[in-house]
């Protein structure tokens, strides 16, 4: 099982950009999803979460611009950031929960990580 994040990228203040990760390998069944970003010399910290059904919860930080979102059937997370700010910096990392087939437990993956640069 993998996580592949892609979509980061260097926008100016105000810009947008999407991010995507996607799931592969033997799973069985996700479920909470989220993304977590670390900015240059600071701890990692969470960005937003999504269960199954598509519950979401977001740090106060990225209320009303970010939005997270799921394809449950091609197991993919999204990550939609509107009005980026310099402070937004961080290489960003997608999580999920993964059960994988034949192993009765769950288990978090982490995807490698994409670098969102925003500076004009």
């Known amino acids: 099982v993998q996580l592949q994040a892609s979509g980061g990228g260097l926008m100016q203040p105000g810009g947008s950009l999407r991010l995507s990760c996607a799931a592969s390998?033997?799973?069985?069944?996700?479920?909470?999803m989220g993304w977590y970003r670390q900015p240059p010399g600071k701890p990692r910290e969470l960005v937003a979460t999504?269960?199954?059904?598509?519950?979401?919860e977001y740090v106060d930080s990225v209320k009303g611009r970010f939005t997270i979102s799921r394809n449950n059937a091609k197991n993919l997370l999204f990550l939609q950031m509107n009005s980026l700010k310099p402070e937004d910096t961080a290489v960003y990392y997608c999580?999920?929960?993964?059960?994988?087939?034949?192993?009765?437990?769950?288990?978090?993956?982490w995807g490698q990580g994409t670098q969102v640069t925003v500076s004009s």
């Open positions: 390998g033997s799973i069985s069944s996700i479920g909470n």
């Open positions: 999580t999920a929960r993964i059960m994988r087939i034949g192993v009765l437990s769950a288990y978090d993956y």
């Open positions: 999504i269960t199954y059904r598509g519950t979401t």
